[in-house]
Structure formats: C-alpha cells, structure tokens
C-alpha cells in the first residue's frame, strides 16, 4: 500500500473501532460486536504498525519517536499531502 492508502485504510478502521466502541456501550453483551470489535482492533493495529514502519509515525505519544527518530522530524505528518 502507498501512504495514501494506509492512512485511509487506518481511518476507516478506526471510524469502525470508535463505533462498536459506543454500540458496546449500550449492548455489552452483544457476542457479535464483541468479535467484531476484537477483529477490528487487531486489523487497526496491524495498520498502525504498517504505516507507522513504512511512512513514520501517526501520533506524538507511545514509541513512535523512540523507535522512529528520524521519521518524526523529516517526514510531513499524516494530514499533510492528503
């Protein structure tokens, strides 16, 4: 994937993540949302890891910096160039 791709891959599943987030607020015993919100956070963090590797890092905290230096202050941020 190129970086544009990535990213929209990663917002997309994010969008997904936050809303069976708030579904699962009202209906916790769902089993299917469950499963779904656990598949969807695996595949968000496999992007994560895929775009934050290839492109830098997507957030100011964690340990994008510590293991990225370099990509933190010489690549645009991620809403630059869209």
């Known amino acids: 994937m190129n970086r ?3 990213l929209e891959q990663f ?8 809303d069976l987030n708030l579904y699962l607020d ?8 469950q ?11 496999k992007v994560k890891c895929e775009y934050e590797e ?5 957030t100011n905290f964690g ?8 990509k933190w202050i010489d690549t645009p941020w991620p809403w630059e160039r869209m």
């Open 4 to 6: 544009k791709e990535c």
């Open 26 to 33: 009202n209906f916790p015993c769902c089993s299917k949302a």
């Open 63 to 70: 340990s994008a910096y510590v293991e990225n230096p370099e």
């Open 11 to 18: 917002m997309k599943l994010q969008f997904f993540a936050v």
């Open 54 to 58: 290839n492109f830098g890092p997507l």
């Open 35 to 45: 499963e779904d919100y656990k598949f969807i956070s695996k595949q968000l963090d």
